[in-house]
């Protein structure tokens, strides 16, 4: 979804560095992964396209902060309970 995003902070020697990958279009999305001593942070369309990767060596990263985007649930939807109806709105 568009706006998640997932900041990486990262040991650069005597200092950190901060770096970030945004969902920068509708229907993107990131996502991370951790394989042979590497996280790999990529922006992926819907169909499963790479649009593009960010790298660092697993030992260097200090913090992996991943911030979706805030989604509505259906689920969540206020519901009247059985046997009582909505009240009426009344106009003066």
């Known amino acids: 979804m568009k706006g998640d995003r997932v900041e990486i902070v990262v040991d650069a020697g005597d200092t950190t560095r901060?770096?970030?990958v945004v969902a920068s279009r509708a229907g993107?999305?990131?996502e991370t992964a951790v394989r042979r001593g590497v996280v790999e942070v990529s922006e992926v369309t819907r169909s499963g396209s790479v649009?593009?990767?960010?790298r660092f060596m697993a030992?260097?990263?200090?913090?992996?902060?991943e911030q979706p985007?805030?989604?509505?649930d259906?689920?969540?939807v206020k519901a009247v309970p059985s046997g009582s109806?909505?009240?009426p709105r009344t106009t003066s």
């Not at 649009?51 to 960010?54: D, G, I, N, P």
């Not at 985007?69 to 509505?72: A, M, N, T």
Request: charged share 30%.
């Open 18 to 20: 901060t770096y970030e």
């Open 28 to 30: 993107r999305r990131v």
């Open 51 to 54: 649009v593009r990767t960010a």
């Open 59 to 65: 030992t260097r990263v200090l913090a992996l902060v």
């Open 69 to 72: 985007v805030p989604r509505e």
């Open 74 to 76: 259906s689920s969540e």
């Open 85 to 87: 109806s909505p009240s």
